[in-house]
């Protein structure tokens, strides 16, 4: 009975210390997402040189491993839309089995008005 009990226990750990792990790089890629919004919202009144800025430095608070190749930010002046989309990758390794797993995170953010479609009309 002892030993079910001391197993159960090193189980419910080892999920505790896995669901650290797993969870840690998804709020940093929440808080990211969010910080995208608002920039798209903001670049209706900025450059998209000072929204790559703040991006690119609230990544490296967050510690989300982005580079100038992996953010996309686009802003047509004549229509009003503006684009920021995002792909990286986070690796996560489990240390005892030497088990990873591999967080893809495509993320895009969009503001201003969209392109009128055909079938809006009919």
Known sequence: ???????IATILIYALFAGSRMGVPWIRNRMFTYEMQNQAGLMKFGTALRARNVLMSTA???KVPISEKNLKIEKD???GNILIEVNYEVVV???P???THTW??????????P????S???
Do not use: C, N, W
């Open 1 to 7: 009975m002892k030993i079910k009990r001391i197993l």
């Open 60 to 62: 490296q608070s967050y």
């Open 93 to 95: 390794t489990f240390p």
């Open 104 to 113: 893809k995170f495509h993320h895009r953010a969009e503001s201003g008005f």
């Open 115 to 118: 392109a009128v479609k055909r």
């Open 97 to 99: 089995f030497k088990y």
């Open 120 to 122: 809006d009309f009919s």
């Open 77 to 79: 002046e004549v229509k």
